[in-house]
Protein backbone atom coordinates (compact mmCIF):
# COMPACT_ATOMS: atom_id res chain seq x y z
CA UNK A 1 0.00 0.00 0.00
CA UNK A 2 2.50 2.09 0.82
CA UNK A 3 4.53 1.85 -2.79
CA UNK A 4 0.82 2.97 -4.15
CA UNK A 5 0.73 6.06 -2.32
CA UNK A 6 3.99 7.34 -3.29
CA UNK A 7 3.72 6.13 -6.79
CA UNK A 8 0.01 8.26 -6.98
CA UNK A 9 1.78 11.25 -5.12
CA UNK A 10 4.51 11.10 -8.49
CA UNK A 11 1.95 11.19 -11.35
CA UNK A 12 -0.44 13.46 -9.41
CA UNK A 13 2.31 15.84 -9.01
CA UNK A 14 3.74 15.48 -12.82
CA UNK A 15 0.38 15.64 -13.90
CA UNK A 16 -0.19 19.46 -12.55
CA UNK A 17 3.47 21.02 -13.55
CA UNK A 18 3.30 22.95 -16.75
CA UNK A 19 5.21 21.53 -19.64
CA UNK A 20 6.13 24.56 -20.52
CA UNK A 21 7.84 25.50 -17.12
CA UNK A 22 11.35 25.33 -17.21
CA UNK A 23 14.44 26.73 -15.61
CA UNK A 24 17.43 27.92 -17.34
CA UNK A 25 20.78 29.03 -16.10
CA UNK A 26 21.35 31.97 -18.76
CA UNK A 27 19.51 34.45 -20.89
CA UNK A 28 21.95 33.16 -23.53
CA UNK A 29 18.90 30.02 -23.54
CA UNK A 30 16.46 32.14 -24.85
CA UNK A 31 15.99 34.33 -28.36
CA UNK A 32 13.90 37.73 -28.07
CA UNK A 33 11.06 37.82 -31.30
CA UNK A 34 8.59 40.12 -31.32
CA UNK A 35 8.93 41.24 -27.61
CA UNK A 36 8.41 37.77 -26.11
CA UNK A 37 11.13 35.96 -25.08
CA UNK A 38 11.11 32.22 -26.60
CA UNK A 39 13.11 28.84 -25.62
CA UNK A 40 15.87 28.38 -28.69
CA UNK A 41 14.45 26.25 -31.35
CA UNK A 42 10.80 27.08 -30.04
CA UNK A 43 7.65 28.64 -31.32
CA UNK A 44 6.05 28.37 -27.47
CA UNK A 45 6.93 31.97 -25.66
CA UNK A 46 8.89 31.16 -22.61
CA UNK A 47 7.61 29.97 -19.01
CA UNK A 48 9.88 29.14 -16.22
CA UNK A 49 12.63 30.75 -13.87
CA UNK A 50 16.10 31.68 -14.11
CA UNK A 51 18.17 31.16 -11.55
CA UNK A 52 22.26 31.85 -11.14
CA UNK A 53 23.47 35.30 -11.31
CA UNK A 54 20.10 36.66 -13.26
CA UNK A 55 16.96 35.44 -11.02
CA UNK A 56 13.53 36.19 -12.44
CA UNK A 57 10.31 34.36 -13.86
CA UNK A 58 8.43 34.76 -17.29
CA UNK A 59 5.61 34.38 -18.14
CA UNK A 60 3.93 33.81 -21.64
CA UNK A 61 7.27 35.26 -22.86
CA UNK A 62 7.31 38.42 -20.80
CA UNK A 63 9.28 38.96 -17.61
CA UNK A 64 7.05 38.83 -14.51
CA UNK A 65 7.52 39.71 -10.68
CA UNK A 66 10.52 40.22 -8.79
CA UNK A 67 13.85 39.92 -10.23
CA UNK A 68 17.27 40.40 -9.44
CA UNK A 69 21.32 40.32 -10.67
CA UNK A 70 23.99 39.80 -9.49
CA UNK A 71 28.08 41.03 -10.51
CA UNK A 72 30.46 38.11 -11.38
CA UNK A 73 31.43 39.06 -7.74
CA UNK A 74 28.39 38.18 -5.91
CA UNK A 75 27.25 41.54 -5.22
CA UNK A 76 23.71 42.29 -5.87
CA UNK A 77 23.80 44.43 -8.65
CA UNK A 78 20.32 45.58 -9.18
CA UNK A 79 16.75 44.45 -8.08
CA UNK A 80 13.13 45.07 -9.27
CA UNK A 81 9.82 44.15 -10.42
CA UNK A 82 8.52 43.55 -13.59
CA UNK A 83 4.57 43.42 -14.57
CA UNK A 84 3.53 42.53 -18.11
CA UNK A 85 7.15 42.02 -19.58
CA UNK A 86 7.75 46.17 -18.16
CA UNK A 87 9.85 47.46 -14.91
CA UNK A 88 7.39 48.55 -12.08
CA UNK A 89 7.88 49.48 -9.12
CA UNK A 90 10.98 50.54 -7.33
CA UNK A 91 13.98 49.82 -8.61
CA UNK A 92 17.46 50.00 -7.12
CA UNK A 93 21.45 49.34 -8.71
CA UNK A 94 24.88 48.81 -7.18
CA UNK A 95 27.88 49.15 -8.13
CA UNK A 96 30.15 46.20 -8.57
CA UNK A 97 31.95 47.58 -4.91
CA UNK A 98 28.22 47.20 -3.51
CA UNK A 99 27.92 51.13 -3.58
CA UNK A 100 24.38 52.24 -4.54
CA UNK A 101 24.26 53.14 -8.51
CA UNK A 102 20.74 54.30 -8.99
CA UNK A 103 17.54 54.40 -7.09
CA UNK A 104 13.74 55.25 -8.42
CA UNK A 105 10.56 54.14 -9.33
CA UNK A 106 9.22 52.76 -12.95
CA UNK A 107 5.22 52.90 -14.37
CA UNK A 108 4.66 50.88 -17.65
CA UNK A 109 8.13 51.25 -18.43
CA UNK A 110 9.52 54.25 -17.92
CA UNK A 111 11.71 56.05 -15.39
CA UNK A 112 8.57 57.91 -12.98
CA UNK A 113 8.92 60.25 -10.18
CA UNK A 114 12.22 61.08 -8.50
CA UNK A 115 15.30 59.30 -9.44
CA UNK A 116 18.86 59.87 -8.05
CA UNK A 117 21.93 58.49 -10.04
CA UNK A 118 25.63 58.07 -8.57
CA UNK A 119 28.94 57.60 -10.35
CA UNK A 120 31.36 54.85 -8.96
CA UNK A 121 32.52 57.65 -6.88
CA UNK A 122 29.74 58.69 -5.05
CA UNK A 123 29.13 61.56 -6.37
CA UNK A 124 25.54 62.37 -7.70
CA UNK A 125 25.21 62.05 -11.77
CA UNK A 126 22.72 64.75 -12.38
CA UNK A 127 21.99 63.97 -16.34
CA UNK A 128 20.17 60.89 -15.05
CA UNK A 129 18.63 62.28 -11.78
CA UNK A 130 15.56 64.30 -11.10
CA UNK A 131 12.27 63.77 -11.59
CA UNK A 132 10.68 62.16 -14.68
CA UNK A 133 7.44 61.74 -15.91
CA UNK A 134 6.22 59.18 -18.67
CA UNK A 135 10.29 58.58 -18.95
CA UNK A 136 11.03 61.91 -19.37
CA UNK A 137 13.28 64.14 -17.23
CA UNK A 138 11.08 67.66 -16.24
CA UNK A 139 13.20 68.75 -13.31
CA UNK A 140 16.64 68.33 -11.69
Known sequence: MTKFT???AVISFMIFIPLN???SETMGD???RGGL???KYSN???TGNFTGFLRGSFIDGK???YWVRYWDNGQ???KGNFKNGLEEGTWVGYWNNGQLSYKGSYKNGNREGDWI???KDGTVNQKYSGTFKNGVKISE
Do not use: H, M, Q, S
Open 6 to 8: VIA
Open 21 to 23: TVT
Open 30 to 32: LVK
Open 37 to 39: YYK
Open 44 to 46: IPF
Open 63 to 65: REG
Open 76 to 78: LAY
Open 117 to 119: DYN
